[in-house]
T-cell receptor, first 112, second 113 residues
Framework: GAVVSQHPSWVICKSGTSVKIECRSL??????MFWYRQFPKQSLMLMAT?????????EQGVEKDKFLINHASLTLSTLTVTSAHPEDSSFYIC????????FGPGTRLTVL | GENVEQHPSTLSVQEGDSAVIKCTYS??????FPWYKQELGKRPQLIID?????GEKKDQRIAVTLNKTAKHFSLHITETQPEDSAVYFC????????????FGPGTSLSVIP
């Protein structure tokens, strides 16, 4: 199957700082990428749909000014958590769409 | 919007027995229903999917059934093995999208050797 990578795999930051997470489709072009957040022992919650060359579409309740998404190329989407707070600590997973969704390995964010 | 419910939340079975997980969805326009397996700390892996023009699909020990009238679908795992232990998520497409889906809350399956 198609491969999606994420970087970093984990990150620890101080409250108030910003963190950027990269999502790359390695062997296919993903016109659409999705960003999810997963809290411990919970399901994946869709945060936003990222389309190459256009603004991301955010799900209800997700602050677009806090979670900045950029999809500058067909193989790269980035999620920036701005002014992170402890409640933003979570597992963030992206996926690239190519006939089905292929998920990245996830990024564990811990905000102190 | 789409809402997906899933039962049971936890399931324990003896090795070799069958496991059944059931899901319901709310959007009658949904036409794509994937199932994912997620091991602790890892990415979800697609294990089987079904589209609305099919009532049943099977892949070795895994099968999925779909009842569009009742808006529910089920995952059946036969001859369970310890390595089947994981969290399983059902999902339903948002409308007729083939890739944008909403996940169910998950079922933690434990297969006891």
């Amino acid at each position: 199957g198609a491969v999606v990578s994420q970087h970093p795999s984990w990150v620890i930051c101080k409250s108030g700082t910003s963190v950027k997470i990269e999502c790359r489709s390695l062997d296919f072009q993903a016109t659409t990428m999705f960003w999810y957040r997963q809290f411990p022992k919970q399901s994946l919650m869709l945060m936003a749909t990222s389309n190459e060359g256009s603004k991301a579409t955010y799900e209800q309740g997700v602050e677009k000014d806090k979670f900045l998404i950029n999809h500058a190329s067909l193989t790269l989407s980035t999620l920036t958590v701005t002014s992170a707070h402890p409640e933003d600590s979570s597992f963030y997973i992206c996926s690239g769409s190519y006939n089905e969704q292929f998920f990245g390995p996830g990024t564990r964010l811990t905000v102190l | 919007g789409e809402n997906v419910e899933q039962h049971p939340s936890t399931l324990s079975v003896q090795e070799g027995d069958s496991a059944v997980i059931k899901c319901t969805y709310s959007d009658s326009a949904s036409n794509y229903f994937p199932w994912y397996k997620q091991e602790l700390g890892k990415r979800p892996q697609l294990i089987i999917d079904i589209r609305s023009n099919v009532g049943e699909k099977k892949d070795q020990r895994i099968a999925v059934t779909l009842n569009k009238t009742a808006k529910h679908f089920s995952l059946h795992i036969t001859e369970t093995q310890p390595e089947d232990s994981a969290v399983y998520f059902c999902a339903a497409s948002i409308g007729t999208s083939y890739d944008k889906v909403i996940f169910g809350p998950g079922t933690s399956l434990s297969v006891i050797p």
